[in-house]
């Protein structure tokens, strides 16, 4: 395998793009291997190892063909660069590979740079000049959005102003065609001239894009669904354009001159809102990224010849002393050096249960301590933190994620060739027939509007409205009507454990009384004791004593010690409890205890002893509870032919015991999260379709990489953020109302693409004239106009169908 570059690509709007692209790029020397995504409008290269990349180049094959490099600009304030040579720093900065150009300002002392953010980022470019000399430069944003964000907020607002403009415009071209229909008026070419005024706009500012990407394409033999509207809208306003200013073609070849204005300005504005829909739902892919991102505290406390001073997290090197304090995040990964913690890991690990540190423990960057203070050494910072990691994981997978071949761009591309073909073999027939020169346009012409796909605009829109609508009342929301494709061939579903098939937090599962007291006493006097504590398995045992109805008492004195437990007094008694430490230290025998466990078969379980006046009184284990749902949702996809698995982070046995009680055969524990997406990528390649059903940070690589992310609702917004689906409720039961909405959806929007073209396909040789030698008969437009709001009418209801479905 030889080097593997990844570019931002601007320009991308359909499938027809995406091959374009990737010829391009493959054009260039040294290239063997190009993968793009339209989704994330990024492009992976994998370059020959002896061969060097040459972003100049590329650039400029890029915009030959209509598209452009994604490149960042950032400003750096230097102190003293008015002292240097400018074209030496320019020079020494351009060796760098990602940046394309460099400016700097003497007077302003500005160094302004253009990079590629994909090979070089900004801490990269202030170590190179740092190594120049220039150790104070300063970025003068305060904080420089994702270079994704600052495209796709320029596409969609270009996108909204657009749609806006041809939207009002479009009103009042159908308010007119209302009052035509409605009113009989005089001297409608007086109206007609008025209609071409509101529609030149919409069709040369609000479809110049598709005209512009139709030209592109047809120099390139590629046919697309924006040829598809550049072929359709172009024919109704020219034809139109004729028939107001040049009316006497019309009249002499014996037709009153018609005009179509609003199915040009219709169908450039209904593609319009869709192409705004699909900006929004793009510009949602880095929030992902965002919410990974904000899990690292912005400062740190480091500690520093015996001082506390709190630093932004950049300026933290490998080495240095952190303070961290109970309910903090911790800000970079590191080593325990004084101190003890207990630890919330499970949103990088999904372990269920906290984590008890100390010293020589390794904690990592974005995990929650609970309880205690300590201090650790910073063992990795910037990228090569776990988080970072991650970080990077969700990137590739939402990069490598293949892009779905679009129906409309499918069809666009046997559709287009074809009605082009045709419109042309009747102009030739006709013409050498000796019908002459207008006989034969205006049955050419014909056909394209004929064609023209007014429903085209509606197929996939209404679909999806309807259906985000339908699974909104449910409780369920569909990110990405992409993956919708997915759900009729998914075959497998990996399911998370810790929040997704239980609920992630700790209850009490069983008690054993050992001696000195009864069952009831003994929780009693422990949830008693553990009032005041924020220990989660103090909080279950709380719980469990309210569930039996037990009184719960205010010790009357309270001490918490840290990666121990708590010791109390009540009624006159000293109470203990916590673990095994906790008690030997309080010099509380243990014999028997081990044989006990054993006997239980619970050794390895999560437990707490409970010990009154020196002598140990009673066990409790605790347990992450299983969803009731669970059992019935993994049952029901058996039953389709989906197979189940499990993918947890959790230790072995605790795994298998819920792999087991759920009868799920192929289960992986204490898996990592990049091990996770690992697992993904290995099913994929032995063919399987699958679905991945997660809550968690840790979720977030393998939700990405998946044909199909779920998220639950309640879990973290990283999850949601990475999904493709998200269920609201925490009931795993919507799930299987999330697969079956999207397979119905998947074929609504199938089914519309067929009508959509049903009609026309007809017509289109009623319109070339076949009927014409035999009876006479030539398609008048009024038909024509009439079989494109029929189809349009057929597909807004067969969406509405959508609406009355049982889930």
Same mark, same amino acid.
């Given at each position: ?9 601007? #320009? ?8 374009r692209v990737t010829d391009l790029l493959l054009k260039i020397p040294g290239v063997k291997k190009v993968s793009v995504n339209l989704i994330t409008e990024k492009a992976v290269l994998e370059v020959e190892e002896q061969s060097s990349l ?279 990964? #590191? ?334 524990a204490e898996v990592l999260p990049q091990e996770k997406a690992l697992k993904i990528e290995e099913l994929k390649e032995k063919g399987k379709v699958v679905a991945m059903v997660g809550d968690g940070v840790n979720d977030a690589p393998a ?105």
């Amino acid at each position: 395998m030889g080097k593997v570059f990844e570019l931002p690509i601007v #320009g991308m709007t359909c499938a027809a793009c995406v091959k374009r692209v990737t010829d391009l790029l493959l054009k260039i020397p040294g290239v063997k291997k190009v993968s793009v995504n339209l989704i994330t409008e990024k492009a992976v290269l994998e370059v020959e190892e002896q061969s060097s990349l040459d972003l100049k180049v590329i650039r400029k094959t890029l915009q030959k063909g209509g598209y452009d490099l994604g490149v960042q600009r950032v400003a750096f304030k230097i102190e003293k660069l008015s002292l240097g040579d400018p074209i030496a720093i320019e020079k020494e900065v351009l060796k760098v590979f990602g940046i394309i150009k460099a400016s700097a300002n003497l007077a302003t002392e500005e160094l302004v740079l253009d990079y590629v953010p994909t090979l070089v980022d900004q801490e990269d470019i202030k170590k190179i000049l740092s190594r120049l000399g220039y150790d104070q430069a300063v970025i003068l944003q305060e904080e420089v959005e994702f270079y994704e964000e600052v495209f796709r907020k320029k596409e969609q607002q270009e996108l909204k102003k657009r749609f806006l403009i041809s939207a009002v415009l479009t009103g009042f071209i159908l308010l007119d065609m209302l009052t035509h229909i409605f009113w009989h008026l005089e001297k409608r070419e007086i109206f007609n001239y008025v209609l071409f005024i509101l529609t030149t706009p919409v069709v040369f500012y609000g479809g110049g894009s598709f005209f512009k990407a139709a030209f592109k394409g047809l120099t390139h033999l590629s046919f697309n669904m924006n040829t598809l509207i550049a072929l359709g809208t172009g024919a109704a306003y020219g034809y139109s354009f004729l028939a107001t200013f040049f009316p006497n073609i019309f009249l002499a070849y014996g037709q009153q001159p018609q005009v179509y204005y609003e199915t040009a300005a219709v169908i450039i504005t209904l593609i319009l809102f869709g192409r705004l829909l699909e900006a929004k739902a793009k510009h949602k892919t880095t929030e992902a990224i965002k919410k990974l991102a904000s899990l690292q505290p912005s400062k740190a406390r480091v500690i520093k010849e015996g001082f506390e001073i709190e630093v932004p997290i950049k300026e933290v090197k490998v080495g240095d002393i952190l303070l961290v304090k109970p309910g903090e995040r911790i800000p970079l990964d #590191g080593n325990i050096i004084e101190g003890i913690g207990l630890v919330d890991q499970s949103v990088i690990t999904g372990e269920s249960l906290p984590v008890e540190k100390k010293t020589g423990d390794k904690v990592i960057g974005g995990t929650l301590n609970l309880t205690g203070s300590f201090k650790l050494r910073v063992t990795e910072i910037g990228k090569d933190t776990v988080l970072a990691h991650i970080i990077r994981l969700v990137k590739e997978a939402q990069a490598t994620k293949p892009s779905i071949q679009r129906l409309a761009d499918r069809i666009a591309s046997v559709f287009v060739p074809l009605v082009i073909g045709i419109s042309l073999f009747t102009f030739i027939v006709w013409f050498f027939l000796g019908y002459g020169l207008t006989f034969s346009l205006m049955n050419a012409i014909s056909v394209l509007v004929v064609a023209c796909p007014c429903a085209l605009g509606l197929a996939t829109p209404t679909a999806i409205a309807v259906a985000t609508g339908k699974a909104a009342e449910e409780n369920i929301l569909i990110k990405n009507p992409e993956s919708l494709e997915y759900t009729n061939r998914l075959n497998y579903v990996v399911f998370d454990k810790t929040g997704t098939l239980t609920y992630g937090q700790p209850v009490v599962s069983k008690i054993k009384v050992i001696s000195n007291c009864s069952e009831k006493e003994a929780i009693k006097l422990a949830a008693s004791a553990e009032k005041n504590s924020e220990h989660p398995l103090g909080k279950a045992l709380l719980n469990y004593a309210k569930q039996i109805g037990v009184d719960i008492l205010d010790p009357e004195e309270f001490y918490y010690l840290p990666g121990k437990g708590v010791v109390a007094q009540l009624e006159g008694k000293e109470i203990l409890v916590g673990n095994k430490r906790l008690i030997e230290e309080a010099g509380v025998s243990l014999e028997g205890l081990d044989s006990l466990l054993e006997k239980e078969n619970q050794e390895k379980g999560s437990y707490i002893l409970v010990a009154v006046d020196g002598r140990l009184c009673c066990v409790v284990w605790f347990v992450d509870q299983i969803k009731p749902e669970a059992f019935e949702v993994l049952q029901a996809l058996r039953s389709k032919g989906i197979k189940v698995g499990m993918l947890t982070g959790d230790v072995w046995d605790t795994a298998k015991e819920v792999a087991h009680k759920l009868q799920i055969d192929e289960f992986w524990a204490e898996v990592l999260p990049q091990e996770k997406a690992l697992k993904i990528e290995e099913l994929k390649e032995k063919g399987k379709v699958v679905a991945m059903v997660g809550d968690g940070v840790n979720d977030a690589p393998a939700l990405a990489k998946a044909h199909l992310g779920v998220a639950i609702g309640s879990g973290t917004e990283v999850a949601s953020a990475t999904a493709d689906i998200i269920l609201v409720k925490d009931d795993l039961r919507d799930f299987l109302k999330a697969l079956n909405l999207a397979s119905i959806t998947y074929k609504k929007i199938k089914q519309n693409f067929f009508w959509a073209f049903f009609y026309n396909l007809i017509l289109i040789p009623v319109a070339a004239g076949v009927l014409y030698p035999f009876f006479g008969i030539l398609l008048k437009p009024v038909f024509a106009s009439a079989s494109m709001a029929f189809s349009s009418l057929f597909v807004l209801i067969n969406s509405l169908r959508l609406k009355k479905i049982n889930l």
